[in-house]
DNA sequence: GTTTGATTAGACTAAATGGTCTAATGCAGT
DNA sequence: ACTGCATTAGACCATTTAGTCTAATCAAAC
């Protein structure tokens, strides 16, 4: 088991913290005690707290999304297909059913507080729908959905209601609960199926 | 304009500051600035920091949330007109609609780290769902509703859905948007009408 | 008007916070 | 081995944090 690199070390403790503590409740001590890792060390790879965040969010937060949100279909699977699998992919990550979606928590923390925040997070937000709403407008031009389906408008409502269903405290979460709910969302779509 | 009580004048300030920033980031110096309090007035009334927001949450935040969750029906009013008032009023609430829920907001930070605030929080979503439950139970009792409808579930949907729609950053959500995405929910329920 | 208890007032404290600084160390290229 | 730069190390600092303490003030009851 050989050492990793100061900054990986740095991100990965960061990313854990953040995500359960959120930004203002995670302290730099804190990080760096967990990280075994001395200041100065931080301060020469990072010039703050928020650049270290800020960071990590790009190099972290923002992969990790990918492992969840899958929107790229594989070969001859339909949309509602590529939908169900990513819920049930999201069901069975613990984490995300645990402690909800990273991006959308810090969203909901640091949002309305902090301009770079903001604009990070709400364009990759923003990137997130674009590319559910393509989806879902590839499943209208090959015929899947009626035109009666508003791609933009649904993949809106799609995106924050499964935030919304996952972000729900631990102690009202559970995968089952979260399925479930889910399937209303998809149970919604099918009525636009031909 | 005479001088609020300073109990009251306390719990004010605090809802205004938690809301938008958190319980973390939120500082006791800062609302003593804020309501022109001094430090021994403010713990002369509450033991600290935990306990005066605890107790903004049950006065305050509480109270306030009444006055957008309406469940209760109006004479000859059918379920889906509640539902459809409902989220008519909430989109015309400024704050809400920019901020999301309150006790969302609070859920999101705190339920996961604080057994306290998981328990008052966590109790009152669930009394929430409860009355939502049943208002659609009532639905399917008098006839509106197919037995289709599982109210439960459906209720537990509709609320994280809803939560969800609402905290959506300041620079992502507007009245028109909340009103577009919560039209997906009702037209969800309204296939289990007869 | 005096007494009594509640409240106000704010100086003070200890701990935690984010951040700086300088010296030591490692390590690559020569 | 020597040089030069990147990195590590952690003591140190100023500020902010939640919280304490004692004296002053107020208001109601007598």
Redesign the interface.
Known sequence: MKKQPTREKLLDITFDEVY???Y??TSVDTILKKAGIPKGSMYHHFKGKKELVLAMVQERLFVKMDTFFIFKREAGETVMQRLRNTYVAMSKNKPLV???CPL??L???L???DREF?VL??SR??QLHQELAALLQSGIDEGEFTNKLHAE??A??ML??????L??????SSSR?FL??SR??L??LE?YTH
Chains 1, 2 share one sequence.
Not at 160 to 165: C, K, L, P
Request: glycine share 8%.
């Open positions: 359960i503590h959120g203002s409740a645990t402690y909800g959308y928590r969203m909901v923390e949002s309305a507080v903001d997070l709400g937000a923003m408008s649904f809106r409502f924050s209601a499964t935030w919304g269903i972000s729900m405290p631990p102690s009202l609960l479930e709910q209303f969302i149970e919604n009525t």
